[in-house]
């Protein structure tokens, strides 16, 4: 469920991206596909709402779809928790005459509530966050980040163990572990990690192009191939991105180091499973690094898909300077949950020196 969330923040169904072969923000790209109720449709001005870069695409029966650019999607969010009426936002520029007079004085956010709960309603109340066309992969990543992290702290647990007591349970606690975090590691990295990068590629293409923003000329051909089945393809460039659109440079350090960092402990990996298969003895204390390692990807991962989602809260609806007026957190709500966290750190601290370095 929290995936799947995350997954619509990330890309919300109906999300239509501003790159195709070449970025399309001038034609008013990234759209949203909204659900209009019938009975608001009359009093809009579809010619006006058209010269805006809307898009009427389609009917149902309660509703007519349209697709609008996010710029306007975004201010319309964000004038109505401001708490702005229809006469005071840009809702009032595209209505007809006779609806300017009726609507003036109407709360913004009754009007913008009404069309995300019917556009809710229309793709499904129960399954709208898992219509989000990046949960899919998104999950299997998440799923076999915690098989890999989890798989690795086994093995790094008992090569301390082993390396303290060489008592045999240890060293096949550690076989184990560390099989089962090669498996993982390679299909994280050539399955789910592959899939996760084409979704990015794909609908969140403002984010890819920050991932691959100073990626040199000649990986260029290789990261077009994997994004898109054509090494021919142009990348995104992130130079040309408008900066209402555009996410910070850091992601693609993280990412990079991110992928780095994997590809050395997949490597460390294999070594280590080639040494005890031929039953070679080394260092095995230094396996506790594992752990520490494969938390630090893991963590780097949500950094690149958090991060790398701004200016966005949710991708092409919300930004982050509307998310923050409305739901700020208490200093008291944040002090509470920053000693929750630390308590439990010190206590995983403890617990790992008491009954793994000390013994
Ligand atoms: C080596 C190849 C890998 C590739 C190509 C890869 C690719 C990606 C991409 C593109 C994202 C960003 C997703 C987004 O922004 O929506 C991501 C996120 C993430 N990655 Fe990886 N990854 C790899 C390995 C790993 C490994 C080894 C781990 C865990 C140890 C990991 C854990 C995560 C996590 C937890 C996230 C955030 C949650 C998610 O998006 O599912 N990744 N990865």
Redesign the pocket.
């Known amino acids: 469920m929290i995936m799947s969330v995350n997954s619509y923040m990330?890309a919300p169904p109906g999300i239509i991206p501003a790159y195709d072969n070449g970025w399309k923000f001038e034609e008013g790209y990234p759209k949203l596909t909204l659900f209009v109720p019938n009975e608001i449709v009359p009093a809009l001005n579809v010619e006006v709402l058209k010269s805006a870069g809307a898009e009427i695409i389609g009917k149902t029966k309660d509703s007519v779809i349209v697709a609008l650019p996010v710029s306007i999607v975004k201010q319309l969010i964000s004038d109505s928790f401001s708490g702005k009426t229809v006469g005071e936002s840009i809702l009032y520029s595209v209505l007809t005459e006779s609806a300017k007079e009726s609507l003036k004085d109407v709360p913004l956010l009754k009007v913008v509530d009404a069309i995300v709960a019917n556009t809710v309603k229309e793709v499904g109340v129960y399954t709208v966050t898992f219509k989000s066309p990046?949960y899919f992969p998104?999950i299997l990543?998440?799923i076999f980040?915690s098989i890999?992290?989890s798989s690795f702290t086994v093995a790094g647990g008992y090569a301390l163990a082993y390396a303290k007591r060489k008592e045999d349970h240890a060293k096949l606690g550690l076989k184990y572990g560390i099989y089962l975090a090669l498996i993982s590691?390679t299909i994280?990295?050539l399955v789910t990690?592959?899939e996760?990068?084409v979704a990015?590629a794909e609908w969140?293409p403002e984010?890819f192009a920050a991932m691959e923003a100073n990626t040199p000329t000649f990986i260029e051909k290789i990261v077009a191939f994997l994004a898109y089945g054509d090494s021919n393809a142009k990348i995104p460039e992130y130079y040309k991105i408008p900066d209402e659109f555009k996410p910070p440079l850091i992601v693609h350090y993280l990412y990079y180091t991110?992928?780095i960092l994997?590809?050395l402990l997949g490597l460390a990996a294999l070594i280590v499973s080639y040494m005890l298969i031929k039953n070679k003895d080394f260092p095995y204390a230094y396996l506790i690094a594992f752990p520490v390692i494969?938390q630090v990807?893991?963590f780097l991962?949500?950094a690149?898909?958090e991060i790398?989602r701004k200016p966005w809260t949710i991708y092409g609806i919300m930004d982050v300077a509307t998310a923050h007026t409305i739901n700020p957190p208490s200093a008291g709500a944040a002090a509470l949950i920053a000693v929750y966290l630390t308590a439990i750190l010190a206590a995983l601290i403890f617990a790992s020196y008491k009954f793994l370095w000390r013994g």
């Open positions: 990330q990046t998104s990543h998440a980040a890999t992290v590691i994280q990295g990690g592959h996760m990068g990015v969140n984010k991110k992928i994997a590809i494969a990807i893991s991962g949500w690149v898909r790398g």
